[in-house]
């Protein structure tokens, strides 16, 4: 083995400036044995370096390589499997755990005793020694010959020290200045003994004269030691003042952060107040003109809508999060309630009683209506309602029960005094009809003669014009074909063909003027109601603006002309809805009465019903004209179909065509 380390060192380490401490022969364990060396190295150059190196025999000679070196300090467990009975396994805890077998116990605990020693002088103790006994840690362990190589180089890297350049460079000037220094070393060495104790005398001697200065100056050190703990002293009271500062600081701090917390609350709830005050208080005006208020004049009515107002915004007043919960809130608001429900209270109340008086007030016109074919006028008392309208769109909004209930009562005592001025006005039409003819009931059903007949028609073209205009009003409200307007005018024709020998022009023409002003003063009354009733209960009426194209149709024999809509369906809204549910409440007789009244003039002439279809169908296209859905367009409508059945019977009954077929088209309809 002595061998084999000095070949070791001669060709591996002395190159790379290294010596070796320690060699073991080992092989890995539980493979096949192939074995290899494991040094414990240092480095000759200052900062020393310590490694363990793996070194490997070569397959191709006696000659060996370095294969693997560790730094020491990568080492961080040895573990020699056990401490008490001899094992020649241990494993080196390097990067990885490696598994070593020594050829020999001695070996292995050779090696691991040069590490032990190793890590206490270079890497002060860093490696775990585990299982290894506590006596190959303390001291060496004699193993002959390994043993006395390994301490000898032990001691010699304990003891030797290296020369540096200085030292190096007097020793030479010194051997220079003794040319015997070599030849007779002797002398030299006694030289040198000689001066080194002149040296140490002078040494001696120089600091038996410092004494003085050494005792002044550990006076000087005393004195100052003082001084600091005095510093000291004052230094701990200065920072106990700091710290009773600091804490009066702090106290400080949190103090205004409190006040200033406390401002910030302050501000928040006087805001909050504000807002509640400025939302939520009514004026004592207000409330007032809500309990006490006149209904009946117009600055009590003004003071009214003002207070519902101001009432109507305190309610809806947007509240922020928590205050519905606090107590006078919820106080103001039943208050506020309870005012609402006050004054819807009393304007039902005062409403219904101007809806009774003004029933009683128009029943005492009706006698002077009656004297003159005219309908009694209702805009004085839709001028003295309509200042209440900004009352009822308030109470629509608010109390939607009481509004329903002031609709119906105004819809039950309207239509009862509707239903008489009407029925009184058309007995006056029908006396005005029949009272100038006593035999007005023959006319149906005397024979006509040719020349009577000539004559009418003479007159319509002629003298009136009434019939011509009367025509070309029907022609405008209609898109007729080429093959109607020839059908229509041969009809016209064949009457003058017509024989009748009694009829009477001017009785003709005196129906005419009656009809139309019973026309003419029912359509605007219905249309003053209707519009009343959307401004007053606050039901707007949107028109349909679409595109409408006239249409023109063919109902029993006859041109009828009707009004479509040519782009999407009309969409009615409910409130346009409710209006013709209301004016068909309110002028519920209206159809039945002019039913009657055609029923009277085609008994008395059935000639008549010319000049009714040709009033009917201009009043009707005027009606369209305003609203298309209206309830005057769909009643009168109504009604033109009765008239245009009149005519067709009319027109068989007077000259009887050819597979006429006009009693067959009337039952259809």
Known sequence: ?????????????????????????VCKAGKKKRNCFLCATVTTERPVQVNVVKVKKSDKGDFYKRQTAWALRDLAVVDAKDAVKENPEFDLHLDKVYKWVASSTA???TFISCIW????????????FVNVS????????????????????EEAVDEYQELNAREEQDIEIMMEGCEYAISNAEAFAEKLSRELQVLDGANIQSIMASEKQVNILMTLLDEALKEVDQIELKLSSYEEMLQSVKEQMDQISESNHLIHLSNTNNVKLLSEIEFLVNHMDLAKGHIKALQEGDLASSRGIEACTNAADALLQCMNVALRPGHDMLYAVKQQQQRFSDLREQFA?????????????QGHDQSSTLAQHSIELTLPNHHPFHRDLLRYAKLMEWLKSTDYGKYEGLTKNYMDYLSRLYEREIKDFFEVAKIKMTGTTKEGKKFATLPRKESAVKQETESLHGSSGKLTGSTSSLNKLSVQSSGNRRSQSSSLLDMGNMSASDLDVADRTKFDKIFEQVLSELEPLCLAEQDFISKFFKLQQHQNMGTTTNEAEEMDGGILCRSHNSGVP???SSEKDMIRQMMIKIFRCIEPE?????????????????????????HVWTAQNVDPASFLSTTLGNVLVTVKRNFDKCICSTRPAPGCSCCCRDSGN
């Open 134 to 153: 506590a006596q190959l840690l303390e001291e060496s362990v004699p193993s002959g010959e390994n043993q006395s190589v390994a301490g000898g180089d």
């Open 570 to 572: 009309q969409a009615i």
């Open 594 to 618: 002019l039913n009657n009244l055609i029923a009277l003039g085609d008994k008395i002439d059935s000639f008549n019903s010319l000049y009714m279809l040709v009033k009917m169908s201009h």
């Open 117 to 128: 020693k190793l890590n206490q002088r270079y890497l002060r103790k860093k490696i775990d």
């Open 1 to 25: 083995m002595t061998a084999i380390k000095h070949a070791l060192q001669r060709d591996i380490f002395t190159p790379n400036d290294e010596r070796l401490l320690s060699i073991v022969n």
């Open 107 to 109: 070996e292995k605990n």
């Open 345 to 357: 209270r009393r304007l039902a109340s005062h409403l219904n009683n101007v809806f009774v008086q």
